[in-house]
């Protein structure tokens, strides 16, 4: 039975339930076998400059399920203005106080740059600012000194919120202007064995989702079917990793579908990128950027909306980590399952929904991941087409956390190639050194520096069906547990100055002023979540959290894996042993009183020498 206390009392009831969406695909992407894998098996070719087969002329039904209903188990409404999301201030997000060293990133996520407004909504900012940032380079594995020229916010769930399987969707307006490039707004779910901007939690754990045991896995997944025996609470003989489902990536700018990079392609900026990161990916026999597959290279099972197509630009990385003693075993394909749909200013001037439903695979079927805007199909993956490509991977089953931010990344959106006479190697707005600011695209720096631009967030919504059994909230489940994991290996997901990777969460005791209308903050929530004390502190009332008593409680209705205790190492007291100890403790206790009780009055107290009573003679 699916129920959940993470829901924000501020949900309207007409939002408490849904149904999935009826799946009409618009392209079907579908490669055919090739005749003899084998000759093609260490090439990338060939590759075709077009669709190999054609779009559908006229869009079929696709049918997958019953009309069900889905129950609301998470809602985050942002309805209270004044929040903030610092560590330990909030059950449900942590925003992030941290150097980025993944992806070239150009920026620092800082957690003041989050924060809802009057109009309730969740406002992630963008701005120009110098940071100078001294810490440890989780990709060079060094100690590092940079300066950072952006601000930028993440939230995540990470180890706080998970869920497996359902529906997510959100209400967003995206920042920035669409034909403007640099920006790198996202929304998304990560396996909760890896924490993002924490490289060393993901190594050889992104983005795994591969349950078989096979010579790539045996080297490459750092917890692998082969192994026989489970720690950390796992079971023996499943793989474990932490996939990626981006149910948006967005990419402004001005350069149109069938130019430049976008030569071979019907979408061109600004679009947003759904995607299924998985490993392995596929090893060799795989389509090279910027071209459309060949027979066999890709996934069967690929359907695609209105205004969409296969992101024929990026299909995966190859992920390659320093110090591995045998990189020719440990080194890993991960694919990127991903389709491009067109944007337009209205995106970015407005809010639209945006919507991922994510079917667990069991051992009766394969599972599959949908894409929807606004209602309308933007990808579907057949989870039997990515379990039949031979590689091992399958549809996520791992609990996974939810991610919204905003980046900047000379990888995402910016010229491919350097103007003459600029070198790309430093960003920065507010230089007037040329050098500084010519590697950006056109109109960049102006729109950043004119108003920092801000990803508005209405609502996040999670559902669950209550007949799935697969489907569960909560970060470490039975079949996929991780909090004994994340326990034995805490040091790769915190900072070394970190004591733990998470702060409790603060009850109340956060500065109030009640002689100041209107603001949350200083009125503790107002009457029904909070008082201001004489001491002018904070004091929650039943159901509310955080230093001003801003955010609902939430918590899971079932903890799958409660925190160990001395009865899980096997030890177990006789039942009269703890009270007859106490009972002995407080007797040894009182006899002691006692005793100094009687010395103290003869502390003073000299004893008459003994005399001799011998009888005279």
């Known amino acids: 039975l699916v129920v959940s206390d993470w829901i924000d009392p501020d949900t309207p009831e007409d939002a408490k339930t849904t149904q999935p969406l009826t799946v009409t695909p618009f392209f079907i992407t579908k490669v055919a076998e090739a005749e003899d894998p084998e000759e093609t098996a260490n090439t990338t070719a060939p590759t075709t400059a077009s669709p190999t087969f054609a779009p559908t002329v006229k869009p079929t039904p696709f049918p997958t399920y019953q009309s069900r209903n889905f129950e ?337 990344s000379k990888q995402w959106g910016f010229p491919l190639q350097c103007p003459a006479g600029c070198k790309c190697k430093q960003f920065d707005c507010r230089s007037a050194n040329y050098e500084k600011q010519c590697g950006f695209s056109p109109g960049f720096c102006q729109m950043m520096l004119e108003e920092a631009p801000e990803y508005k967030v209405n609502w996040v919504r999670v559902y669950q069906n209550p007949d799935f059994e697969e489907q569960k909230v909560g970060c470490s489940t039975p079949e996929r547990p991780t909090r004994r994991y994340i326990e034995g290996h805490e040091k790769l997901y915190k900072e070394k100055q970190d004591e733990r990777p998470l702060k409790p969460i603060q009850q109340g005791r956060g500065a109030c002023h009640p002689g100041v209308p209107n603001n949350a903050r200083d009125t503790c929530g107002g009457a029904e979540r909070g008082t201001c004390t004489r001491g002018r502190v904070c004091e929650c009332k039943k159901g509310w959290t955080g230093p001003h008593c801003l955010a609902s409680e939430g918590y899971n209705p079932i903890e799958w894996d409660v925190p160990d205790t001395i009865a899980d190492l096997g030890f177990i007291p006789p039942s009269m042993f703890p009270r007859a100890l106490l009972i002995g403790l407080v007797l040894l206790v009182v006899a002691f009183l006692v005793v100094m009780q009687l010395r103290t009055p003869l502390s003073g107290w000299t004893p008459i020498p003994e005399v001799d009573t011998k009888p005279r003679s």
């Open 72 to 408: 609301l188990v998470f809602s985050e409404e942002f309805n209270t203005p004044g929040r903030t999301f610092e560590d330990g201030t909030d059950p449900r997000w942590t925003a992030l106080e941290k150097n980025d060293y993944t992806n070239d990133a150009l920026h620092y996520y800082s957690s003041s740059n989050a924060k809802t407004d009057k109009d309730g909504r969740l406002v992630i900012t963008t701005e120009t600012a110098a940071i100078d940032v001294v810490g440890f380079d989780d990709v060079k594995r060094e100690k590092s000194r940079v300066t950072k020229h952006f601000k930028s916010a993440m939230l995540q769930t990470w180890n706080k919120f998970c869920f497996t399987g359902g529906i997510i969707e959100a209400n967003v307006e995206l920042p920035g202007k669409h034909n403007v490039g640099g920006l790198w707004p996202a929304f998304w779910l990560l396996g909760n064995l890896a924490r993002h901007t924490y490289v060393g939690s993901s190594e050889h754990i992104w983005p795994w989702s591969s349950g078989v045991c096979t010579e790539k896995s045996f080297s490459a997944q750092h917890i692998s079917a082969c192994h026989e025996v489970g720690h950390y609470g796992m079971l023996p003989g499943i793989g474990r990793g932490s996939p990626e489902m981006d149910i948006f990536e967005v990419q402004p700018g001005n350069v149109k579908a069938n130019m430049g990079p976008f030569l071979q392609s019907s979408v061109g900026q600004p679009f947003m990128s759904a995607s299924f990161q998985v490993a392995p990916g596929r090893p060799n026999f795989r389509p090279g950027p910027g071209y459309w597959p060949g027979p066999g290279q890709w996934y069967d099972g690929l359907s695609g909306g209105k205004n969409t197509s296969l992101n024929i630009g990026f299909y995966g990385n190859y992920n390659h980590f320093r110090g591995d003693p045998h990189p020719e075993k440990s080194d890993y394909w991960s694919d990127a399952i991903s389709y491009n749909r067109q944007l337009d200013e209205s995106h970015f001037n407005g809010s639209h929904t945006y919507r991922l439903e994510w079917d667990v695979p069991t051992e009766e079927k394969d599972g599959y991941l949908h894409w929807f805007l606004d209602g309308e199909l933007v990808l579907s993956i057949n989870g039997t087409g990515v379990a039949t490509a031979g590689t091992g991977a399958e549809i996520s089953s791992e609990p996974s956390y939810i991610l919204l931010n905003t980046a900047v």
